[in-house]
Each structure stands twice: as structure tokens, then as C-alpha cells.
């Protein structure tokens, strides 16, 4: 699985002592339910169909959902193969209303997808629960095409159990690079004249174009073929999971979700059946503890692609 890397390549890899370890962080699944002390910050090894129905009821504040895409994809000898759209939105429909009864009644959803399966997503979204906004985020990654449109984005699908939901704007919000600068009576309006350049905050739109895919010399980059970058979940549980809520991620993968959580002051519950994507996810929240940076987000906000010595002269700044 894992061949030999570059010297300067930071792709997450474990020797056999690392993969008892965390082995032993796993929760399994049994023939009783889960009680919610045990179920808390763990990491759940088992397939979501035989443990969904054993999760309490109404303990989560967001639930992420990043299930297989209606695609022919190996996720390291786990195959999922491509079906029709009737029969893919029937496979969402089976599980999703059973892992929504994990909700509190004013919890959030996401839900992922690709162009192909984005109207089988809210289809099944707009049964279970009141949808809100359909966000598309620029993927910048993957082959050209010769006889089509490179596909370079992805749909996330936001919802709520009802009107009453947590929303926190103000901790979303973008740092952009002002390229047109008004004043008004000689002083900035609505920007900052800083040393480094010209910036404003502006609040989130639904169209995200300044996420970064893992790539190998980033420490938060695994093996797993559809890694979410972790600033794009962090958006997700500042906006909708208030500090000290549940985030719960009922196709885990290589663990981001799990970690962001942690690393944001919130709690969480990942379920993975792949137990090699369990372990990745447990020593990435092991080096949690000591490292809360998230790519893309300092000082309080979101900043756009391309200005990385900004970010580190506000994490100085933070520093005193």
C-alpha cells in the first residue's frame, strides 16, 4: 500500500508497532447499543449499515455525510461500482433517514457529491430534511479532457431538521485581497491597508474557490483516494456545530472530519469500515493534540489561495 516516499514528502504512513496501536483506540461494534460516553471521540471501526440503528438518537449538532460517489472507485481494495441513478438514489434513501434519527432537532447535514450524482443527493436530502443551499467548491485537481469539460468542482448539499438551526457567519468569514480600493473621506471603507497588501472580510458565499487539495508535502495528506481537505470541513463545523458540539461522520475515510473537530474545540464520532483508514485517522488525531494549524485558516478567518506569508506573519502576530 504504501511504496517509498521522497525525503520531502509528508504523506501520513505507518509501521506495524503504530498500526497495533491505534488498533486498539478502535471502537467495535457489539450486539448492544452505543451509550453516548462510549460513543464520543471515538472512532468507530465497523461497515455505517450495522451500526446506525445502535447510535443514540438526537445526540449530533452536524452531521457530515461523504458517502462513496456513483462512481467505479477502489478505496484500497473496498470496490464501489457505478449504478443507475434511480438505483443510487435508493441507496442514499437506505441508509439516510435511519443515520438522520442521530440528529438534534435543530442539527445541520452536508452532504457530498460530484456533478453526476449532485440531483440524487438533494433529491433524498429534500425527503428527510429542509434544504438550505447547494455549495460548489473548486477541486482543482486531475486530468485534463480532451473531448469534454475538465471536471473541476464538487456540490455540497446543506440542510437542517427544521427553521430553528446554528448558523455562525461571523466565523466564516473570507480574507480577500482588495484589488480595487475605495475610500471615503481619505480612509479605507469596508478594508484593511495593511504592510503585507489590501484586504477585506466578507462573509461566505456558496461558491468556494480557495480549497486546497492534500497533496505530498502537506503533513494532513493520506493514501485515501477522495481525502477532503481539512479546511473545507473546518468551514462546515465553524458554521454549524457551536464549540463543544458533535460532529458525527458516518464515512469517515482517512479521518479529516475527526480531526478538524478536535482541532476546533468540538466533538466528534467517525465510522470507517476500512480498518487501515480507521488507523490513519486515529494517529492523525493523535498528532492533534499538539497541532491545531489548519492550512487556509488563521487568526480568526479563511484566507484566500496564494497568501501563505500573511498567514504566517497573523499566526506571529497571535504570538506576540
Avoid at 498500526?19 to 447499543?33: N, Q, V
Avoid at 468542482?153 to 437542517?160: Q, R, Y
Avoid at 456558496?206 to 468551514?235: C, G, R, V
Avoid at 480568526?300 to 497571535?318: D, H, I, P, Y
Wanted: hydrophobic share 35%.
Amino acid at each position: 500500500m504504501e511504496g517509498k516516499r521522497a525525503p520531502r514528502n509528508r504523506t501520513l504512513s505507518l509501521d506495524e508497532e503504530e498500526r497495533r496501536l491505534y488498533m486498539s483506540r478502535l471502537l467495535y461494534p457489539g450486539a448492544a447499543m452505543f451509550s453516548l460516553a462510549e460513543t464520543v471521540n471515538r472512532t468507530i471501526c465497523a461497515d455505517l449499515l450495522d451500526v446506525m440503528d445502535k447510535l443514540p438518537s438526537s445526540f449530533v449538532d452536524l452531521l457530515f455525510i461523504d458517502p462513496p460517489y456513483n462512481l467505479d472507485k477502489n478505496f484500497h481494495g473496498m470496490k464501489f461500482s457505478k449504478i443507475g441513478d434511480d438505483a443510487y438514489l435508493e441507496y442514499l434513501k437506505s441508509w439516510l433517514p435511519r443515520i438522520i434519527r442521530s440528529l438534534k432537532p435543530n442539527g445541520s447535514i452536508y452532504m457530498c457529491g460530484d456533478w453526476k450524482s449532485s440531483f440524487c443527493l438533494y433529491r433524498a436530502m429534500k425527503e428527510f430534511a429542509v434544504v438550505r443551499n447547494r455549495i460548489t467548491w473548486q477541486r482543482e485537481k486531475g486530468r485534463g479532457a480532451e473531448a469534454n469539460w475538465k471536471n473541476a468542482s464538487e456540490d455540497i448539499w446543506f440542510g437542517t431538521m427544521g427553521d430553528d438551526y446554528y448558523f455562525d457567519v461571523d466565523a466564516v468569514k473570507q480574507k480577500r485581497k482588495v484589488m480595487a480600493p475605495y475610500r471615503k473621506g481619505g480612509r479605507p471603507k469596508d478594508w484593511e491597508e495593511t504592510e503585507d497588501g489590501n484586504f477585506r472580510l466578507t462573509c461566505p458565499s456558496n461558491f468556494w474557490d480557495d480549497i486546497s487539495i492534500p497533496y505530498w508535502s502537506m503533513p494532513e495528506n493520506t493514501d485515501h483516494p477522495t481525502q477532503k481537505p481539512e479546511k473545507l470541513i473546518a468551514k462546515l463545523v465553524l458554521a454549524s456545530c457551536p464549540d463543544g458540539g458533535i460532529v458525527l461522520d458516518p464515512f469517515l475515510g482517512s479521518g479529516t472530519t475527526s480531526v478538524v473537530a478536535k482541532k476546533l474545540g468540538r466533538k466528534f464520532v467517525g465510522i470507517e469500515k476500512q480498518e487501515e483508514y480507521c488507523c490513519w485517522a486515529e494517529k492523525r488525531l493523535a498528532s492533534a493534540e499538539n497541532d491545531k494549524a489548519i492550512q487556509g485558516y488563521s487568526g480568526g478567518v479563511f484566507w484566500e489561495r496564494n497568501t501563505s506569508k500573511l498567514q504566517v506573519a497573523e499566526r506571529r502576530k497571535e504570538r506576540g
